[in-house]
């Protein structure tokens, strides 16, 4: 399996930050890559697919970049809304793997 | 709207069998070009793909956990999940998704709520 490590595991920030999540794949996995958000208590939503296309009604303060073994997402503004638990999907190799979440919290 | 519906028991005994239906509204399982998929969460942890089923009847499961897992449809709309011989390891919320992807799931736009399902022993 492909693993995939999200960096940090825990994020403080403040309304308006410009906050950015990183996630590394074991190997290369080329833009085959989702970022989900997920608030406690309810299923996850998908943001971003193939590394940087954001999902229908997603907000355009997110946004994801990156190919092969590294990539980013990014929210430029926090709102209030944004705060949960995101993690990084890989789809280049079944069984599609997940990074371990970062949760993103109120400074 | 693609709506999707978790349901079956929520306590399952140790070494027995875990069995969950979803219940697919707003769109047709057997329409084509969707992958149908039970995806779990163990308790404040990450997310586990478990496995997943096509419309045509193809199946595709996670190696970890594939000699326990059967996944297929049933009438109405609604597709299951079979893991046998479960122990604690299997309590989680499991959620069932709609996959989209060419010749695989690949990205997963639709879930359902998520049911806890606690394994006692």
């Known amino acids: 399996d492909i693993q995939m490590t999200q960096s940090p595991s825990s994020l403080s920030a403040s309304v308006g930050d410009r906050v950015t999540i990183s996630c590394q794949a074991s190997q290369d996995i080329s833009y085959s890559l989702n970022w989900y958000q997920q608030k406690p208590g309810k299923a996850p939503k998908l943001l971003i697919y193939?590394?940087?296309y954001l999902n229908a009604g997603v907000p355009s303060r997110f946004s994801g970049s990156g190919s092969g073994t590294d990539f980013t997402f990014t929210i430029s503004s926090l709102q209030p809304e944004d705060f949960a638990t995101y993690y990084c999907q890989q789809y280049d190799n079944l069984p599609p793997t997940f990074g371990q979440g970062t949760k993103l919290e109120i400074k | 709207q693609v709506q999707l519906q978790e349901s079956g028991p929520g306590l399952v005994k140790a070494s027995q069998t875990l069995s969950l239906s979803c219940t697919v509204s707003?769109?047709?399982?057997?329409?084509?070009?969707?992958?149908w998929n039970w995806i779990r969460q163990h308790p404040g942890k990450g997310l586990e793909w478990i496995g997943s089923m096509y419309y045509s009847g193809s199946t595709y499961y996670s190696p970890s956990l594939k000699s326990r897992v059967t996944i297929s449809v049933d009438t109405n709309n609604q597709f299951s999940l079979i893991l046998t011989s479960v122990t604690d390891a299997d309590t989680a919320v499991y959620y069932c998704a709609r996959g989209v992807g060419v010749a695989a799931p690949q990205r997963f736009d639709y879930w359902g709520q998520g049911t806890l399902v606690t394994v006692s022993s």
């Open positions: 193939a590394a940087s």
């Open positions: 707003g769109g047709s399982i057997s329409s084509g070009r969707y992958y």
